[in-house]
C-alpha cells in the first residue's frame, strides 16, 4: 500500500462507491469531484495508479478509468466491517415496517422461508437465497448401547429436540458389558455438541481404534453406525430478486448470464454451495468476492452469508449479486432480518 494511508483509503473508497453507484470505470477526475476536491484529479490519477500497481485496482483499457479488483473490493468491505455499525445503510422507514409486520404476519408458518425471500430481496436489492434450518443441523447428545441377541447391539442416537434414531450393530468377538458401556462412553465423547451434519462428514470418519479392546469397539460401532446419521429432511430452499440483477451492466455478457442461470437451476448444487460457504465463514458471517469464492460457479459473483434462527434451529440467509453489489445495502438488509428473527424467537408469548 501507498505511503499515505489516509488518503489511499479515501481514493479506493471512493471508487468503489462511483464503480458500485455507476457499474463502469471511475476516472480520475470523477473522484476528485466526489471528494470535493481534496485532491487534485493530477494527486488522484497518481495514487489510483499505485493503488492498480498494489492490485487493488484495474484498467480495463488504456483510455479508460479504474474499477476495483476483488483485492479492492475486499479492503472496502474490510474497513466497513470494522466500522460496524456506523457504516450501516438507514433502513428506510417503510422498508423496516414491512419487514416488521411481515415476519409477525408469517411467525411459526409453513410459509415463512418464502416470506423470508421476498423480505431480503426487497432489503437488498440483489438475488435472495434463503435455505431453512435442516434436521441435519440438529446436534447430537450421546449414543445409547443394549446388547441385544448374540454379537447384536442396539445403537440409540440420542439428540436433542427429543429425536431419537436407532439400529442394530455388530460388537465384534468381545461384548463383555464393561467393554460396551466404555465404547459407548467414547463414541458419546467424540459426537456430544457436535451436528448431525459434522459428525457423518468427519468425526466418524476419523474414528481409528485405539489399543484397548473399548477402542476397537467403538471404532467398528462408528462405522457400523453411520446409518443413523443419513436420510435427514433438508431444509426448504428459496429464492427470489432473479429480475433485481438481470439489468446490471454485468450481465450483458453471455457467460456470466449463463454462469448465474446454471447455478440457479439446480437446488442441489444452491444447497452444497451455501454449506461449503458456511464451513468456510468467520463465524455466523461469510463474505465471498469474485475469485475468493471456493465455488467455482460464483467466482464472478458476490454472495454474503449469515445464518439465522428458525423455529430452535439454525438456517442460512444469502445475497448473490455483481462483484459490485452495494455491500452496506446488503449486509444491513442481512441483520436487520436476522435481528428481526432474533427478537421474534425471543419475544415472550402471552398467558
Request: glycine fraction near 10%; avoid cysteine.
Given at each position: 500500500m501507498i505511503r499515505n494511508e489516509?488518503?489511499?483509503?479515501?481514493?479506493?473508497?471512493?471508487?468503489?462507491?462511483?464503480?458500485?453507484?455507476?457499474?463502469?470505470?471511475?476516472?480520475?477526475?470523477?473522484?476528485?469531484?466526489?471528494?470535493?476536491?481534496?485532491?487534485?484529479?493530477?494527486?488522484?490519477?497518481?495514487?489510483?495508479?499505485k493503488l492498480e500497481e498494489d492490485g487493488y485496482l484495474e484498467q480495463p483499457h488504456t483510455s479508460a478509468g479504474r474499477r476495483p479488483t476483488d483485492r479492492g473490493f475486499r479492503r472496502f468491505v474490510d474497513a466497513m466491517l470494522a466500522g460496524w455499525p456506523?457504516?450501516?445503510?438507514?433502513?428506510?422507514?417503510?422498508?423496516?415496517?414491512?419487514?416488521?409486520?411481515?415476519?409477525?404476519?408469517?411467525?411459526?408458518?409453513?410459509?415463512?422461508?418464502?416470506?423470508?425471500?421476498?423480505?431480503l430481496s426487497r432489503l437488498t436489492a440483489n438475488i435472495s437465497i434463503i435455505l431453512g434450518p435442516s434436521w441435519e443441523q440438529v446436534r447430537c447428545l450421546r449414543v445409547e448401547l443394549y446388547p441385544k441377541e448374540v454379537r447384536r447391539l442396539l445403537m440409540v442416537l440420542v439428540l436433542e429436540n427429543a429425536m431419537v434414531r436407532t439400529t442394530l450393530a455388530d460388537p465384534g468377538d468381545d461384548i463383555a458389558r464393561q467393554t460396551i458401556e466404555e465404547a459407548g462412553r467414547l463414541l458419546s465423547e467424540r459426537i456430544t455438541g457436535r451436528t448431525v451434519a459434522e459428525v457423518r462428514d468427519g468425526v466418524l470418519a476419523t474414528f481409528r481404534p485405539g489399543v484397548t479392546a473399548a477402542s476397537r469397539c467403538a471404532s467398528r460401532l462408528a462405522n457400523q453406525g453411520r446409518d443413523l446419521f443419513l436420510d435427514f429432511e433438508?431444509?426448504?430452499?428459496?429464492?427470489?430478486?432473479?429480475?433485481?440483477?438481470?439489468?446490471?451492466?454485468?450481465?450483458?455478457?453471455?457467460?456470466?448470464?449463463?454462469?448465474?442461470?446454471?447455478?440457479?437451476?439446480?437446488?442441489?448444487?444452491?444447497?452444497?454451495?451455501?454449506?461449503?460457504?458456511?464451513?468456510?465463514?468467520?463465524?455466523?458471517?461469510?463474505?465471498?468476492?469474485?475469485?475468493?469464492?471456493p465455488v467455482g460457479e460464483l467466482h464472478e459473483?458476490?454472495?454474503?452469508?449469515?445464518?439465522?434462527?428458525?423455529?430452535g434451529r439454525e438456517g442460512i440467509l444469502a445475497v448473490l449479486g455483481p462483484r459490485r453489489m452495494p455491500y452496506q445495502r446488503a449486509l444491513t438488509g442481512i441483520h436487520a432480518l436476522r435481528d428481526g428473527l432474533h427478537s421474534l424467537s425471543t419475544r415472550e408469548v402471552p398467558a
Open positions: 489516509a488518503r489511499a483509503d479515501a481514493i479506493l473508497d471512493a471508487v468503489v462507491r462511483l464503480n458500485i453507484e455507476t457499474g463502469r470505470p471511475v476516472s480520475s477526475g470523477l473522484v476528485s469531484r466526489y471528494l470535493r476536491r481534496a485532491y487534485s484529479a493530477a494527486t488522484v490519477r497518481s495514487v489510483m495508479k456506523l457504516a450501516r445503510w438507514d433502513l428506510p422507514r417503510p422498508l423496516a415496517r414491512e419487514v416488521e409486520e411481515g415476519l409477525i404476519r408469517y411467525a411459526g408458518s409453513h410459509a415463512m422461508v418464502r416470506a423470508l425471500a421476498g423480505l433438508l431444509g426448504e430452499l428459496e429464492l427470489d430478486g432473479v429480475t433485481n440483477v438481470l439489468g446490471e451492466p454485468e450481465f450483458g455478457e453471455p457467460g456470466t448470464l449463463r454462469n448465474l442461470v446454471r447455478f440457479l437451476e439446480s437446488p442441489r448444487t444452491i444447497r452444497e454451495a451455501l454449506m461449503i460457504l458456511d464451513r468456510h465463514a468467520h463465524g455466523n458471517l461469510g463474505v465471498w468476492i469474485g475469485g475468493e469464492n459473483f458476490t454472495i454474503v452469508s449469515h445464518r439465522f434462527p428458525l423455529a
